[in-house]
């Protein structure tokens, strides 16, 4: 194997003086050499690393991918509930803990649970990761009366599966068919255990009726702020390398099989930015697969394979959703390895026709 030549490509997806185009944004784009197209002769390869990559996280730690709970009282009128922790970024995970808190009673409200108005605290212990404490989520929810209601009745889900359920509430608020975000990674976010089943009845918190006139809400495992520690930079055009099959795949909960990846860089995600920068190659590196390229596809997804979520419409194309890195272009030549099986033939035997031929004639010589 031999390096036969090398050149940098230096890409950025920010607008400048055009508006862009709805094939070509933030978390999908091409990269076109039309006016001179990647070339490698057939016993070569052209190979990609990416040696750079940065942009501003400009989008939310909780979005509609980690942010939903599903509530169900058995007693009564109510399944499927659709509970949305509030889009944003929190401080730590106490701030995170008071907004939940917030939306499970302003939902308890909506849906007259108990025929009460309810408020809602959070006790999370510590304020942030680093500090004394459990970090499990503690919420109580107190109604402005007796609710009269029934523990082992009352649901919340992390829903963690595809198809979507089917809401209906007593009040009728929340009514209508769940599809498009159930596959959520709110049990990894809240420290509640995955609902992969769509059961009603299951059971992703314990919950708890300590009074007459509060319910209590306690999760299995510690708090996080974020659920997407990586972003993950694709190239449609490669694909020699291999992936567990839920980096790709949103309704595989478990990754035991690996499938062909197109993967070309594991990105880490901090609160300013998504970055990353190497000395010299990059650990990461793919071959593309054909002999002469005039356009590379790239598109960037999370954990599983999902677009980033926009804070508002069009950012990615006409707002701050963008990034910016560089690519290094090998040429790799590949020693040619003839496939065939070299066998010497064999010395013909000494009393056959051939043998007894070739004595007579040295004979005669």
Not at 49 to 55: A, D, P, V
Request: charged share 15%; with cysteine.
């Amino acid at each position: 194997m031999a390096l036969i030549s090398s050149q940098d490509v230096y890409v950025s997806t920010q607008i400048s003086g055009d508006a862009g185009s709805g094939t070509n944004k933030f978390d999908s784009f091409r990269v076109c050499f039309s006016a001179e197209p990647l070339r490698c002769e057939p016993d070569e390869v052209l190979r990609l690393n990416i040696t750079q990559f940065n942009s501003y996280r400009n989008w939310n730690y909780i979005n509609n991918t980690n942010n939903l709970l599903l509530f169900s009282n058995l007693g009564g009128a109510d399944r499927f509930v659709p509970i949305s922790l509030t889009a944003g970024d929190y401080a730590n995970i106490k701030a995170l803990g008071d907004q939940l808190a917030t939306d499970i009673a302003t939902v308890f409200t909506g849906i007259s649970l108990g025929s009460r108005t309810w408020t809602g605290a959070c006790t999370t212990t510590p304020d942030s990761v680093g500090g004394t404490g459990n970090r499990l989520l503690e919420i109580t929810c107190t109604a402005n009366g007796t609710h009269g209601l029934t523990a082992s009745e009352l649901h919340i889900q992390a829903p963690h599966y595809t198809g979507g359920a089917t809401s209906v509430s007593g009040a009728g608020a929340y009514d209508g068919l769940i599809s498009t975000n159930t596959f959520s990674d709110s049990y990894f976010l809240l420290g509640g255990k995955a609902d992969t089943t769509g059961s009603n009845a299951f059971d992703s918190f314990t919950i708890t009726t300590p009074s007459t006139t509060t319910i209590k809400i306690t999760g299995f495992y510690p708090m996080t702020r974020t659920t997407i520690p990586f972003l993950y930079l694709r190239c449609e055009n490669a694909g020699d390398n291999q992936e567990s099959i839920n980096l790709n795949t949103a309704n595989t909960p478990l990754g035991t099989h690996m499938v062909q990846s197109n993967i070309v860089a594991k990105i880490p995600v901090n609160d300013v930015t998504v970055a990353t920068q190497f000395d010299a190659l990059s650990p990461y590196f793919v071959n593309l697969n054909s002999k002469q390229v005039s356009e590379l596809r790239f598109f960037i997804t999370d954990h599983v394979g999902r677009s980033i979520t926009e804070v508002a419409s069009g950012q990615d194309t006409l707002g701050n959703l963008q990034c910016d890195f560089t690519m290094k272009i090998d040429r790799i030549k590949f020693p040619i390895v003839l496939n065939y099986l070299d066998i010497p033939r064999p010395e013909p035997p000494m009393f056959s026709s051939v043998g007894l031929a070739s004595q007579r004639f040295s004979t005669y010589k």
